[in-house]
């Protein structure tokens, strides 16, 4: 099961810090809802630098739901 | 090493900087090529909402910085019309940002922009903005929050540019309302506010920095925060680009004046230019940006943001009506007194607003 953070809505720098503390327990995967794209591009970046895969889909309404995956989990 | 994200804020940080060197050869006021805080305060004065004679002028690089960003942010499909997320909070947020960027003289973007032209009264205005930063990120770790925005109609959005676009059609025309009183529009005859590059040159600047501004999300109190709450550095990159941009332009075009004294539109009362941006940077990380960084948003449809502008407004008018605007002799006593004030309403904020 992935864990879902709702980041919408959130200023900066909320949505970085939402996502950050759920990334230090090193979940598999995680879905992230943004609904701008500072936060878009912040979590995307966050994610990589914590060594996970980043994945973007567009969805309606002007949101986007960001995918990470840890990468060691990746490889196994 | 950089990646092509950060080449982009850096880009964007250099060419911020140039420009501003470029706006004071074209006529703008020493190391003021371009300022969030004494542009807005400029252009309240111009409409006459304060009387000081010599600081009113309808700077177009503040619509431009507003249009820019609004065309980059539909043109980028971002443009998204949100708010409600404690408004009147973030108005007074905006007012005492304002209150601190008139006391040190200079918002947090002029900060660097002085300190690229020698002014090391800069120093402890930079030092004081970042211990602010440190500040505010200290009531976001204990659960800041002054909750979600949300959607809303398209016309709030609209409200800002619109307005940008009002301002800009008084900058060209200039019709004068109350001809006995002289004004509005009032357009000093001396001072800062008598000092301009050509109106198509400084929208044109305005316009430029907007949409890079807008595309690289630059703000100056996120680069310090975002480094510290996560060591994440694209931000401050830009901080460092436009300091060497500016830096670099003003040795080029003979700008460039090392010391504390003779300092062009800056005081040199260490303690309150310390103060006075301590303050600018507390309430910038509590309304989530700077005041460039607002101004900015409230081009992309954040209502909220187009509060915090707004809150900028007041303060502009109160800090000249009232006497809290530093003079190039110094501080005022009114003016210490209602930084102080602000540093304690904005810590109130800050502990009093969390997410329920």
Known sequence: ????????????????????????????????????GAARENVSRLGQSMGYSVDIEV?????????????????T | MLERRDWFVVGTGLVIGILAALLVRFGNPGNMGLCIACFVRDITGALGFHRAATVQYIRPEIPGLLLGAFVASVLGREFRVRGGSGSLV????????????????????????????????????????????LGGVEFIKRGFNLGRAQR?????????PLM?????????????????????????????????????????????????????????????????????????????????????????????????????IAHTDGVWNFLGMFLVGLAAVLAGGCPLRQLILSGEGDTDAGITVLGMVAGAATAHNFLLASTTAGPTLNGKAMVLVGILVTVFIGQLCREG
């Open chain 1, 1 to 36: 099961m992935e864990m879902v953070v709702d980041a919408r809505g959130l200023g900066c720098p909320l949505p970085v810090l939402r996502v950050k503390a759920v990334l230090e327990k090193r979940p598999e995967e995680v879905h992230v809802r943004v609904d701008s």
């Open chain 1, 59 to 75: 969805l309606t309404g002007g949101e986007w739901l960001i995918r990470l995956r840890r990468k060691d989990y990746l490889s």
């Open chain 2, 90 to 133: 973030r108005f007074l947020l905006g007012f005492f940002m304002m209150v601190g960027a008139l006391v040190f003289l200079g918002c947090p973007l002029r900060t660097l922009l002085r300190l690229g032209g020698g002014d090391l009264n800069a120093v402890l205005g930079l030092a004081g903005f970042i211990v602010g930063v």
């Open chain 2, 152 to 160: 809303s109609s398209m016309l709030g959005g609209l409200v800002m």
């Open chain 2, 164 to 264: 940008g676009v009002v301002v800009l059609i008084l900058a060209v025309y200039h019709p004068v309302f109350d001809p006995q009183g002289g004004g509005p529009v009032f357009a000093s005859a001396k001072g800062p506010g008598s000092l301009s590059a050509p109106l198509l040159i400084s929208l044109g600047a305005g316009l430029l920095a907007g949409i890079l501004a807008q595309r690289a999300r630059m703000c100056l109190s996120g680069g310090v925060r975002d480094f510290i709450l996560t060591r994440d550095t694209y931000l401050i990159k830009g901080y460092g680009a436009i300091f060497a941009g500016v830096l670099l332009a003003n040795l080029l075009l003979g700008q460039f004046h090392l010391g504390f004294t003779n300092q062009p």
